[in-house]
């Protein structure tokens, strides 16, 4: 249906920046919602922050005035722009996005994730 594809992870010192893509292909018409989540070793999956088809966004707390999430739609691109990174936000990034199929059948799509290190 539709595949995810990050990029942009990477090493940063704490303190630092990085910003991720995530590119979607396929039937990208049905995407509504796109996410960001996170896992870092040990522990479970969290979502980080989504973006809906208007734009409306919403944040875990742990990133609130540190990220920022954004989307092109014409570009089928969700962007996760990360400041003030520390090493606490070292984990793998996955990108998300919820597929309506039809108005009662939703499925969803995971991007493989990209590993972003924060270095103290």
């Known amino acids: 249906q539709v595949q995810l594809v990050e990029s942009g992870g990477g090493l940063v010192q704490s303190g630092g920046s990085l910003g991720l893509s995530c590119a979607a292909s396929g039937r990208t018409y049905l995407i509504t919602d796109m996410a960001w989540y996170r896992q870092a070793p040990g522990r479970e999956r969290e979502m980080v922050a989504t973006?809906?088809?208007?734009?409306?966004?919403n944040y875990a707390g742990s990133a609130k005035g540190r990220f920022t999430i954004s989307r092109d739609n014409a570009k089928n691109t969700v962007y996760l722009q990360m400041n003030s990174l520390i090493p606490e936000d070292t984990a793998t990034y996955y990108c998300h996005a919820s597929i309506q199929v039809s108005m009662k059948t939703n499925l969803e799509a995971w991007g493989q994730g990209t590993l972003v290190l924060v270095s103290s």
């Open positions: 973006v809906g088809n208007g734009g409306g966004t």
